[in-house]
Antibody, heavy 121, light 107 residues
Framework: QVQLQESGPGLVKPSETLSLTCTVS??????????WSWIRQPPGKGLEWIGY???????NYTPSLKSRVTISVDTSRNKFSLKLSSVTAADTAVYYC?????????????WGRGTLVTVSS | DIQMAQSPSSLSASVGDRVTITCRAS??????LNWYQQKPGKAPRLLIY???SLQSGVPSRFSGSGSETDFTLTVSSVQPEDFATYYC?????????FGGGTRVEIK
């Protein structure tokens, strides 16, 4: 079955850019049946949907982060990535990547384990 | 954005109890409602999709119901492994917002 694994720096300085990659195995990011998403969770708090990307490069972002976020896909490496610019302490969170199953409904059916990113100088 | 309000925010239950969690959307979302379970230090796990469809591999003691704005997740007989936090999520329109979560604790 499909597996997703997040990777990237665990510590980012304020005002810099957070960069994470999600490596997909057991499935293809080029599959037309799925989108690929990022979600985050600040320590001790709830889940926040960041956005998603389709293999074609089409994206959709949450309005509150839209000016700072970029999600991209690398079909040749079967990966997709998240960049969040001008980070502050409020961006400290566990970041999850997930597969979005689309069809009659839309669900996050497989998730990575998550990676904690701390914003601190 | 569509706001998702879960209640209660936490509850205590004994093994074998029937547990019900509600989720209310700020506008109609048809049946575009999912439920996830999250245990400490773990990623969320899909339980229910399209308001009432059981994800493969999820025990049948979990069930979902509702449509439009009001939804319910029920655990018919809560087991020790069910103590966790539960989140609803709407996927009717972007951003695909989550509820604030319901923590189910052991009484």
């Amino acid at each position: 079955q499909v597996q997703l694994q997040e990777s990237g720096p665990g510590l980012v300085k304020p005002s810099e850019t957070l960069s994470l990659t999600c490596t997909v195995s057991g499935g293809s990011v080029s599959s037309g049946s799925y989108y690929w998403s990022w979600i985050r969770q600040p320590p001790g708090k709830g889940l926040e949907w960041i956005g998603y990307i389709y293999y074609s490069g089409s994206t959709n972002y949450t309005p509150s982060l839209k000016s700072r976020v970029t999600i991209s896909v690398d079909t040749s490496r079967n990966k997709f990535s998240l960049k969040l610019s001008s980070v502050t302490a409020a961006d400290t969170a566990v970041y999850y990547c997930a597969r979005v199953r689309v069809g009659a409904t839309i669900t996050l059916d497989f998730w990575g384990r998550g990676t904690l990113v701390t914003v601190s100088s | 954005d569509i706001q998702m309000a879960q209640s209660p925010s936490s509850l205590s239950a004994s093994v074998g109890d029937r547990v019900t969690i509600t989720c209310r959307a700020s506008q109609s979302i048809s049946s575009y409602l999912n439920w996830y379970q999250q245990k400490p230090g773990k990623a969320p796990r899909l339980l229910i999709y399209a308001a009432s469809s059981l994800q493969s591999g999820v025990p049948s003691r979990f069930s979902g119901s509702g449509s439009e704005t009001d939804f319910t997740l029920t655990v018919s007989s809560v087991q020790p492994e069910d103590f966790a936090t539960y989140y609803c999520q709407q996927t009717y329109s972007t951003p695909h917002t989550f509820g604030g979560g319901t923590r189910v604790e052991i009484k």
